[in-house]
Structures are given as C-alpha cells and as structure tokens.
C-alpha cells in the first residue's frame, strides 16, 4: 500500500514538473541548480541568483539604468523585497525577493506577453550587471575570475 501512494505522488509529481506547474515552487528546496532558467507563468517570469538581495537589486537597478528605463522604487522599507516599476514602453513590475542567504529570486510582471523578448533582454543585462566572483588558485598562487553559470 506504501509503495503504491510513493509511486502515484511521484508519478504526480513528474507529470507537473515535465509540464512546467510544478517546478517553480520547489526551487527553494533545490537550491541555486536553477540559476539562470527563466519560470513563465501567464504574465509574470522568474529567475534565480545565488547573491544577495542588495547584489542582485545593484544589478537590478544598473540594468534599468543601461536599457534607459525610468523607474519608480515602491516599498523602499521593506527588508526582504525590493520592488521597482518601470514606465515607458515596457512597463513592468520588478520584485527582488529573498529567498535565503544567497538565493534572491527576481520576479517580473508584464502587461502583454508580447513583451517576453524585452524580459529575456533584461535579465540577460542583470546577469551582465552581477559581479564577477574572484577565484584563488591555492596550487598557482594566481587569482582568476569566474563567471556566474550561464544557460
């Protein structure tokens, strides 16, 4: 009977993730494997970076600088969110959210789907704008940097 319910909840759960319902809920529990893959779900998409909050919302807001979007800081209280409108052509609703110590989660609404392209652009200049982290090489004594995990 055990064996029964595991294999008809996995089952469940393979069919969600295979379909795309289910896999933005677990992400917290996987961790950063999910850095750079954008979640779409009717108007609104989601990524994931392994940073802070104030690094990512940095980069958030040199991005929105370099695409010349102006925009309006809401909730500026807030310690866990930070949150942005942009106005002009592509309006969109900008969250930059917690998720744990390193894992920031940025979350974009649009108002038409047609905009999707204007969103994959963005997050590609956060993904530019986030700091490259230096590595130490302890056997060569030499400093490299590595970039963050693209696509």
């Not at 909840?9 to 795309?20: D, E, Q, T, Y």
């Not at 850095?35 to 609104?44: A, D, I, N």
Request: with cysteine; glycine share 6%; charged share 20%.
């Amino acid at each position: 009977m055990i064996k029964r319910i595991i294999m008809i909840v996995s089952l469940f759960l393979a069919a969600n993730i295979i379909s795309g319902c289910a896999a933005a809920p677990i992400v917290p529990v996987l961790g950063v494997s999910y850095q750079g893959y954008t979640f779409w779900k009717g108007r609104e998409s989601t990524r994931y970076y392994a940073s802070n909050l104030e690094t990512t919302y940095g980069a958030v807001k040199r991005s929105c600088e370099q695409l010349k979007l102006e925009t309006i800081i809401q909730n500026p209280a807030s310690k866990d969110v930070h949150s942005l409108e942009t106005k002009g052509n592509h309006p969109m609703q900008i969250n930059v959210m917690l998720v744990e110590i390193n894992l920031t989660r940025v979350v974009i609404t649009i108002d038409l789907f047609g905009d999707k392209q204007y969103v994959d652009l963005f997050y590609k200049t956060i993904d530019d704008n986030i700091p490259k982290k230096e590595v130490i090489d302890n056997t060569l004594g030499r400093s490299s940097y590595a970039s963050s995990p693209q696509k």
